[in-house]
């Protein structure tokens, strides 16, 4: 198995809560149980992440 080095962690994970804060927008709008500004909220952690993760590679 291939050591990966902390940045490639790093960039993996922020990557993926990209993906999980979007997923987790729509899901739990789409069970209604979501406030506009709890979404907002989550889209701009999601946002941050990803760029954060472009800035790192």
């Known amino acids: 198995m ?3 080095s902390f940045r ?3 960039s993996v ?3 993926a809560l990209t993906v ?3 997923v987790a927008v729509v ?3 789409r069970l209604g ?3 506009p500004q709890t979404a907002v ?3 701009g952690i999601g946002l941050a ?3 954060a993760a472009l800035l790192s590679a």
Do not use: F, Q, R, T
């Open 20 to 22: 999980a804060m979007g």
């Open 33 to 35: 149980s979501l406030e």
């Open 49 to 51: 992440c990803a760029g």
């Open 2 to 4: 291939e050591k990966k």
């Open 13 to 15: 994970v922020l990557k």
């Open 27 to 29: 899901v739990l709008s």
């Open 41 to 43: 909220s989550l889209l």
């Open 8 to 10: 490639e962690i790093v």
